[in-house]
C-alpha cells in the first residue's frame, strides 16, 4: 500500500546533489559585493513552456530577486503542465569552492507516460512525462546555495570581475534539479562504481566503444573505470545540437562527487560558450544567461525512450517465469535476466510445451491464445540477444477457463469509481466517466438500464463543468414520497467534495467541503469548513438522526466527518490527529467504507503508520468506528489488524458488509514476505477476535484490489483483471479476462433473484453474471 492516492509507480529519495564550483575558490575580495535589482527578464527572453514556484528557507530577502531571475530562466528551455515547485536554501555549510548545490525532490520509475520504465525520471521530468504531479507533497527540485560575502545580486548580467552573478548559479542548479544529473558514484577504496537507480541521463551516457553507462555492473570496477575514462552524450538531438558530434562529458581522472558525468566538459565548452553554463566550474565575473541549446536539446533526449547498447555475452536465463489463468489463453510473466543490462536482450521467445507454437515479445507479460478451456498448458522461456540465446525456463501448468458472461450497461464510460443501492425500489449505479469527466447514474426499470449523466456537464442549477470523475458513495434517507438518493463525490478540479440530493424528479446539488477560506488545523477542536484537499475518498451512512458522510483530507492526513442536521453541515474530525481515546496517529482513509445497521454506523478504513523510501506502507492499521448517534464524542475504536510478526501491512482495499444484522469486514493483507504485494484475503465478523484468513490460487495472479464482498462469494483484482473466491469451498473463479483500472471499484448488485459483479471494464460499465 502506498502513502498516496493509489500510486501506480515506484519512488525512491534523490541522495546525489549536481554542484556548481567556483573556478578559483581564492575568489573575491572580502566584502565586494552589489545588490544592484533591476527589473527581471535579462535571462533570454522566450515564451514560456512551464511553471516554476518558489519556497525560501532561510534566504535574505536581498537575494531573492536574483534567485527567481536563475529560476525562470529555465521557463522557456524546459516543457511541462505540471508546475516545478522548487524549494531554495541559504546553506552555510556548503564545503570551500562550492557555488551551489541541487537536486530533484525523488526519482520516479514505472509510472504512466515513461519513456522506459526501467529508468528513474528526476520528479520534475516524470510529471511532465507523465502530465500529473505524481508527489504534490514534496518539491520537484531542492536547491543550496552557498552563504558567501561576494555575491552579485543583480538581474542585469553585470557582475564585477571578483563577483560571482548569483542568477547564474542558479540558472546552473536548476539544471541538475531537472534531470541533469547522474546518478553514478565511486568508492575510492577499491575503485568499484555503482549506480542502483540509473537516470535517463546515465541511458545516455555512454563509452568511446558504445557502451551505455547504465548497462555496465553495479557495483563493479568495470563502472568504476568508465566514470573516470571519457564519455560522451549519445542522444540524438544533443548531437545534432553539437553539430553532428557527440557532446563530451565531464569525466577527470580523480571522481568528483557532484561534478564528475553531471555536467558538459569544461575545456570542450569554455567560458563565453552558448554551452558553458552546464560545465562544472563558474569564473568570476562569468555570465550565463540560457541553459544552452546542448543542454535544452539534452533535457529533450531524456524524454525518449533511449535506444539500446552494444550487447556483450550471452543472456541468462529469465527469471520468475510463471503462467496465470486466462480465458482462452494463459498470462506469462517473467522478470529480465540478471544480466539483462549488459547483454541488451532483444526479444523474449514464448513456446507451448504441448503444442509447440511460439511467439515473440519484447517484455513481459506475453499473452498465449487459441488455447482450450480446460486443457492443461505450460510454457517455455528464452531471452535472445544478438549473440545468441539463454536457457530454457519451464513454467507452471494452468488450465485456461471461460469468464463470466457479460452485459454493458454503459459502453462509453470507463466507470473506475462506482456505487449501487436500491432507490424507489430500483437498483442504481452511480458512476464515473473520466474522459468526459462526468458522474453518470444508471437505474433499472422493467428490465432495462436508463442512463442519466448527474454532474460534469453544466454550471447551470448548481452543477459543474470541472472533472467530477473521482470517488464517490451513495446513501438512501425516507421512504415512499420522502424517500431521498444522497450522492457524495469529488471535484478533482477544486479538490472539494461535492453532494446531490434526488427525489426521483429534481437533482439538488452544494458543495459539502474543501471551499473554506483556509486549510484549517487537525489541533482545532471546533471544526469549519477547510480549503484542505478532500477528493480522495468518502462514505456516507444514513441513521434516524441524519445523513453522515466521512472524507480523507488529504492535506494532512487526517479522516473528518460531516453531518447534515436542520439544512446545515456541521463538521469533525473522526480520526487520523491524536493518540487519546482510542484515536490513531496514523495517515487515515486512504480507503474507507461505511455501513448502517441497527441505527449504528459502522466505518472501516486503513492507517498507514510508517513508510519507506518509495513511499510504500511498511507499518498499518485496518481500523473501525462506530456510533450511535452524531455526536463526535460518541466514536469508538478499534483495530481489526496491525502490523505484526505475521503481518507487514493491512488494508491495501477493504469491504463491509451486513448479513442479518451482523456486519462483516474485510481487507487484503501482506506478509513480511510479500510486502509491498497484499497475499491474503482476510475477513471477520466485527464482534469476533480473529480474522479468518482466505487462501489465493497464485495460478489466476497477484492479488490486489477491487475487494467486494455479500454473503457466499469475494470478488478482488487478480493480475489486474477480476476473480471470485467461494467462501466455502476457497475456489478461485476468473470473472473476467480484460484489465481492470488501478484502484477501481467493484460491487455485488442483486437484479431479481440474480446476483451480478459490476465493474468498469475496458472502457465500459459491465455486469458479470456466473
Request: include cysteine.
Amino acid at each position: 500500500m502506498s502513502a498516496g492516492n493509489a500510486l501506480s509507480f515506484n519512488s525512491a529519495p534523490a541522495t546525489i546533489w549536481g554542484a556548481l564550483y567556483a573556478e578559483d575558490p581564492l575568489f573575491a575580495q572580502e566584502g565586494d559585493t552589489s545588490t544592484t535589482q533591476v527589473e527581471p527578464g535579462t535571462t533570454g527572453e522566450r515564451p514560456a513552456r512551464s511553471s516554476f514556484e518558489l519556497t525560501y528557507v532561510n534566504i535574505p530577502d536581498r537575494a531573492k530577486a536574483a534567485i527567481e531571475e536563475g529560476v525562470k530562466a529555465w521557463e522557456g528551455y524546459f516543457e511541462s503542465k505540471v508546475p516545478v515547485n522548487v524549494a531554495a536554501y541559504w546553506d552555510r555549510t556548503a564545503p570551500y569552492g562550492v557555488l551551489g548545490t541541487a537536486r530533484p525532490g525523488r526519482y520516479f520509475n514505472n509510472f504512466e507516460g515513461a519513456p522506459d520504465r526501467d529508468l528513474w525520471y528526476s520528479s520534475a521530468l516524470a510529471n511532465s512525462l507523465a502530465g500529473r504531479d505524481l508527489d504534490p507533497r514534496n518539491p520537484e527540485i531542492v536547491i543550496r546555495i552557498s552563504a558567501l560575502p561576494f555575491w552579485y545580486l543583480g538581474t542585469d548580467g553585470k557582475p564585477g570581475q571578483s563577483q560571482f552573478d548569483l542568477v547564474s548559479v542558479v540558472l546552473h542548479e536548476i539544471g541538475h534539479g531537472l534531470g541533469f544529473l547522474s546518478n553514478a558514484d565511486f568508492i575510492s577504496y577499491n575503485s568499484f562504481g555503482t549506480m542502483t537507480q540509473p537516470t535517463p541521463f546515465d541511458a545516455y551516457a555512454e563509452l568511446a566503444d558504445g557502451r551505455k553507462l547504465r548497462d555496465l555492473p553495479s557495483p563493479s570496477q568495470e563502472l568504476g573505470t568508465a566514470i573516470t575514462s571519457t564519455l560522451y552524450w549519445s542522444g540524438r538531438r544533443g548531437i545534432a545540437a553539437n553539430n553532428g558530434a557527440r557532446p563530451l562529458l565531464y569525466t577527470p581522472k580523480t571522481f568528483e562527487v557532484g561534478s564528475s558525468v553531471s555536467h558538459l566538459d569544461e575545456n570542450a565548452f569554455i567560458k563565453g560558450s552558448p554551452d558553458a553554463a552546464m560545465t562544472p566550474n563558474l569564473s568570476s565575473g562569468e555570465v550565463l544567461t540560457t541553459p544552452g541549446p546542448i543542454a535544452e536539446a539534452m533535457i529533450e533526449d531524456m524524454k525518449q525512450r533511449p535506444p539500446a547498447g552494444a550487447a556483450f555475452g550471452l543472456p541468462n536465463e529469465a527469471r520468475n517465469v510463471e503462467a496465470l489463468v486466462g480465458d482462452g489463453r494463459a498470462i506469462i510473466t517473467f522478470d529480465p535476466p540478471s544480466n539483462s543490462r549488459s547483454a541488451q536482450v532483444n526479444s523474449y521467445i514464448i513456446t507451448n510445451v504441448q503444442t509447440g507454437d511460439s511467439l515473440e515479445v519484447a517484455e513481459s507479460p506475453a499473452l498465449f491464445s487459441g488455447l482450450k478451456n480446460g486443457e492443461p498448458y505450460s510454457f517455455d522461456v528464452i531471452a535472445r540477444n544478438d549473440n545468441g540465446k539463454s536457457p530454457v525456463v519451464r513454467s507452471n501448468t494452468v488450465k485456461p477457463e471461460r469468464g463470466w458472461r457479460a452485459t454493458v450497461i454503459d459502453p462509453s464510460a470507463d466507470s473506475r469509481y462506482l456505487a449501487h443501492t436500491k432507490f424507489k425500489r430500483n437498483t442504481v449505479v452511480a458512476y464515473t466517466d473520466s474522459k468526459s469527466g462526468d458522474v453518470k447514474l444508471a437505474t433499472y426499470s422493467d428490465g432495462r438500464w436508463v442512463r442519466t449523466i448527474v454532474d460534469g456537464n453544466s454550471n447551470r442549477s448548481g452543477r459543474t463543468t470541472n472533472d467530477v470523475s473521482g470517488y464517490l458513495s451513495l446513501c438512501v434517507s425516507g421512504k415512499g414520497e420522502k424517500e431521498r438518493l444522497h450522492l457524495f463525490y469529488t471535484d478533482l478540479t477544486q479538490k472539494d467534495l461535492r453532494y446531490g440530493q434526488f427525489d426521483g424528479t429534481r437533482w439538488r446539488y452544494e458543495v459539502v467541503d474543501g471551499d473554506g477560506p483556509k486549510v484549517q488545523s487537525y489541533e482545532e477542536r471546533d471544526r469549519v469548513r477547510t480549503a484542505s484537499d478532500v477528493s480522495v475518498s468518502n462514505a456516507c451512512a444514513v441513521t434516524k438522526d441524519g445523513l453522515q458522510v466521512f472524507y480523507r483530507d488529504e492535506s494532512q492526513g487526517i479522516l473528518l466527518g460531516a453531518v447534515r442536521s436542520r439544512n446545515t453541515w456541521f463538521y469533525e474530525i473522526v480520526d487520523g490527529d491524536k493518540r487519546t481515546g482510542g484515536r490513531s496517529i496514523g495517515d487515515v482513509g486512504f480507503r474507507l467504507r461505511a455501513i448502517t445497521v441497527g441505527g449504528t454506523v459502522y466505518l472501516i478504513y486503513d492507517s498507514i503508520l510508517v513508510v519507506d523510501a518509495n513511499r510504500d506502507a511498511t507499518q498499518g492499521e485496518v481500523r473501525l468506528a462506530k456510533r450511535s448517534s452524531i455526536y463526535p464524542e460518541d466514536w469508538s475504536y478499534q483495530n481489526l489488524e496491525v502490523t505484526g510478526e505475521l503481518v507487514a501491512v493491512p488494508g491495501y482495499d477493504i469491504s463491509i458488509t451486513a448479513q442479518k444484522n451482523k456486519v462483516f469486514g474485510s481487507w487484503l493483507s501482506s506478509t513480511p514476505l510479500t510486502r509491498p504485494k497484499p497475499d491474503r484475503l482476510k475477513s471477520r465478523m466485527i464482534s469476533d477476535v480473529d480474522a479468518t484468513v482466505a487462501g489465493f490460487a497464485d495460478d489466476h495472479g497477484f492479488l490486489s484490489g477491487p475487494l467486494a464482498e455479500d454473503a457466499n462469494t469475494s470478488l478482488f483484482g487478480c493480475e489486474r483483471r477480476l476473480c471470485a473466491m467461494e467462501k466455502k469451498s476457497l475456489e478461485v473463479r476468473l470473472v473476467v479476462d480484460q484489465e481492470i483500472a488501478k484502484g477501481a471499484v467493484s460491487s455485488w448488485i442483486t437484479l431479481g433473484k440474480d446476483r451480478y459483479a459490476v465493474v468498469g471494464v475496458d472502457g465500459k460499465l459491465t455486469l458479470f453474471r456466473p
